[in-house]
């Protein structure tokens, strides 16, 4: 009897129904029209690789000669990692290749999205959740192995793993995890995530003993009714939902906290907690000098504890240094200041006139964290500050040496602002930033200032940059996430509206 057949069908339900990624020959090209997509002089911006579906993160491996994407992960798409050898052949690293799992079984499951890549002497090295959604670091090769670095970190909540750098002076791996919440306080806003439902004992872990100030807020309680308890919920920070009764916080026991910079050898040895207190540490990166960057992602106008107008920024990070979360903003000021205001009916029905910080400070230990210090820039909020990188001392944009060329990804409005539209689109570009003069500028831009679903007939244009890394030669590839469509705070991507831009000299 021939199986083939069978295989194949087989392994057609098992993939699902996708839309095949497809390297871009050089000849075919083309590159963006400078009318649409305003572009540095001298250079113009090429499709490198078309129809991917949520790519998240780009890292290039010069031991193997590949360039390595991860696409997927979100809206319960499956995980992909490709690998790209020059000459255009790609290796499909995850899942294993061609074989069929049910023939190849293995136990290794990656569930996204992929927070990051980074390549340590041939070994990728990918940050991603497990299947019960805790975070973890993983070493994959080529061959289909693959070992832990890292597990069980608390990533069950709003946002995972994130970015990964390695310290060139040390070695060591450097990562972030985002807050379990908006701003502290497990609310409506999580139960629209999705993830109270499934995960109703998870909150944010802090990593240090807290005293707090004795807010309680008021939301509706979605599993109310004769087994699901009362119409209203009282939830306080740092606390799982619908649970109210603790002002001190102990630290973390797992040594694992929430909002925070980590670093660990490679060996998955010595983890330390580098900072703390950063919502949402999405892009880290180091400089030529061996100073740790990040982009933090601002609370956002939603949820049992809503914040108005709370920029992304990049900070330098400093180790043992709280950034101040939840109650400073990412920009670095108090939270109570008049600009993070919410509308007063929005906050009122959760028991408060006005938007106070959680922590008593004093007695937590805990200070402010220094603005002019840490601060590096400031982005407009829901802006989508994303992972990011340094121009090189040498290749085609050498001129810019030292500045970091930074991907906003976008806003996630309606959901991320109370429901209603903002009056024109955040983000959706890349900026370039001095860090010494903290000067932001508009580097890679469409010229009509929407995203390319927004356009007539111009999908090639920027969507939603959410990642970008200088090659070996110096020059520049761009990954954009694509279209995602919300669903009240759950994401789904368009099947095949991400890309890859090169940006290269003109001929």
Not at 2 to 16: F, K
Not at 268 to 287: C, K, M, S, Y
């Amino acid at each position: 009897m021939n199986r083939l057949p069978t295989l194949l069908i087989l392994s057609a339900l098992l993939t699902g129904c996708r839309t095949a990624p497809v390297l871009i020959p050089p000849s075919a090209q083309t590159p963006l029209d400078p009318h649409i997509v305003t572009i540095p002089p001298g250079f113009q911006l090429v499709p490198y690789i078309r129809n991917l579906t949520a790519p998240t993160a780009i890292a290039f491996d010069s031991v193997n000669q590949t360039t390595l994407v991860a696409a997927g992960g979100i809206g319960g798409d499956d995980v992909h990692l490709y690998a790209y050898k020059p000459d255009g052949h790609r290796i499909d690293l995850y899942p294993f290749g061609t074989r069929i799992p049910l023939i190849n079984s293995r136990d290794f499951k990656i569930r996204g999205p992929i927070g990051g890549i980074v390549v340590d002497q041939g070994r990728i090295l990918i940050s991603h959740r497990d299947q019960h959604d805790r975070g973890v670091i993983s070493s994959l090769g080529y061959d289909g192995s693959h070992k832990t670095i890292v597990a069980n970190l608390p990533a069950q909540g709003e946002y995972s793993v994130t970015d990964l750098a390695i310290n060139p002076a040390n070695g060591r791996l450097y990562f972030g995890v985002g807050s379990a919440t908006n701003s502290g306080v497990v609310g409506i806003d999580d139960w629209d995530i999705g993830w109270v439902s499934s995960h109703k004992d998870f909150c944010d872990q802090s990593a240090v003993d807290l005293k707090l100030l004795g807010y309680r807020f008021d939301t509706h309680n979605p599993p109310s009714g004769i087994f699901g308890g009362a119409d209203i919920a009282v939830t306080a920070p740092f606390q799982p939902f619908a649970n109210s009764k603790k002002l001190r916080i102990p630290h973390t026991p797992t040594g694992k906290p929430t909002a925070a910079v980590y670093s660990v050898n490679l060996n998955g040895t010595d983890l330390r907690v580098e900072a703390h207190g950063i919502r949402n540490p999405v892009g880290l990166q180091f400089n030529e000098f061996g100073r740790l960057y990040l982009t933090n992602q601002g609370m956002q106008l939603r949820g049992t504890r809503p914040v108005k107008n709370d920029p992304d920024s990049l900070l330098w990070l400093v180790p043992g240094v709280w950034y101040g979360w939840p109650d400073f903003s990412a920009d670095l000021y108090p939270i109570a200041d008049p600009q993070f205001q919410p509308p007063t009916e929005m906050i009122v029905r959760t028991g408060y006139p006005e938007l106070s910080p959680l922590i008593d400070h004093e007695t937590s230990n805990l200070v402010p964290p220094d603005r002019n210090a840490l601060l590096r820039a400031t982005f407009p909020s829901m802006s989508g500050a994303s992972k990011f990188d340094f121009a090189p001392a040498t290749g085609p944009l050498s001129s810019f040496h030292g500045q970091a060329l930074i991907p906003l990804a976008g806003d996630l409005a309606p959901f991320a602002n109370a429901g209603d539209p903002l009056p024109h689109p955040v983000g959706y570009k890349i900026v370039r930033v001095d860090v010494e003069t903290q000067q932001v500028h508009d580097f890679i831009f469409n010229t009509q200032h929407l995203p390319a679903s927004q356009l007539k007939n111009h999908p090639t244009a920027l969507e939603r940059p959410i990642d970008l890394k200088f090659a070996p030669d110096g020059s520049l590839y761009i990954v954009d996430e694509g279209e995602l469509t919300d669903h009240h705070g759950q994401l789904h991507p368009t099947i095949g509206s991400g890309k890859i831009l090169h940006l290269i000299p003109l001929k």
